[in-house]
């Protein structure tokens, strides 16, 4: 069985090596908790989170701002009383890579916690 997504580690992209093809991408989002959609507008694996207030919304973005200084993987995040919309690339390689669904992963942890 392959090692669950959430117990992964990023490793370092500086570029060099292709983005994930559609089809690599697709199979991995069926790895992921419902809600992660691949943008059709760019290379983005993106989510929609909702919460009761601002603070349980600003609770969530400092755990994704954890992950992210852990993994040294960083989302474009946007956030607003109740929501936040995480958007994952890899920018070094101008795509998505397994980087993008870690994260993800490991922020559907946090979710449904």
Do not use: Q
């Not at 090692?3 to 994930?20: D, I, S, T």
Request: charged share 25%.
């Amino acid at each position: 069985m392959s090692e669950a997504l959430n117990e992964k580690k990023c490793r370092p992209c500086e570029g060099g090596v292709p983005p994930l093809t559609r089809a690599e991408a697709e199979a991995l989002l069926g790895r992921l908790a419902r809600g992660w959609v691949l943008s059709e507008e760019g290379p983005y694996l993106k989510r929609e989170f909702r919460f009761a207030d601002f603070f349980r919304t600003m609770s969530f973005v400092n755990a994704i701002a954890h992950v992210a200084n852990l993994e040294d993987h960083h989302p474009d995040l946007e956030v607003g009383y109740g929501y936040c919309r995480v958007r994952y690339t890899t920018h070094a390689i101008r795509g998505l890579s397994e980087n993008d669904f870690i994260c993800a992963a490991k922020i559907d942890r946090i979710a449904l916690s």
